[in-house]
């Protein structure tokens, strides 16, 4: 059926798509961008808990405060490092799960 008579009448113009589209690389590289970022923080607040651990060690050091600080900033980063992974692994699993 022909409608290209109908939209003349009406003075309708004909549909064109004006979306943009995305590219799949694009948003997987944001999600590594932001993964490597993640995982480059939480090896920055460790390596800075283990200077300040052996500072302590050596004596060079006696504040215990900043010890802690940073002994619990490194934890806190690596449960969160953890807790994102297990999510995208639980992602992945129900995503390999999905009958195609």
């Known amino acids: 059926m022909d409608v290209s008579s109908i939209q003349s009448l009406y003075g ?7 979306e943009t589209k ?21 090896n920055s607040q460790i390596q800075q808990a283990h200077k300040e651990e052996v500072a302590f060690q050596l004596g060079e050091t006696d504040n215990t405060h900043d010890l802690m ?9 690596l449960q969160y490092t ?7 692994l639980e992602a992945y699993q129900q995503i390999m799960q999905m009958q195609v």
């Not at 309708?12 to 004006?18: K, Q």
Request: charged letters at 20%; hydrophobic letters at 45%; zero cysteines.
């Open 82 to 88: 953890v807790a994102v992974r297990d999510r995208v």
């Open 12 to 18: 309708a113009t004909p549909v064109t798509s004006s």
């Open 22 to 42: 995305v590219n799949a690389d694009t948003g997987f590289q944001s999600m590594l961008n932001s993964v490597m970022s993640l995982l480059e923080d939480t």
């Open 69 to 77: 600080i940073a002994e619990q900033k490194a934890n806190i980063a």
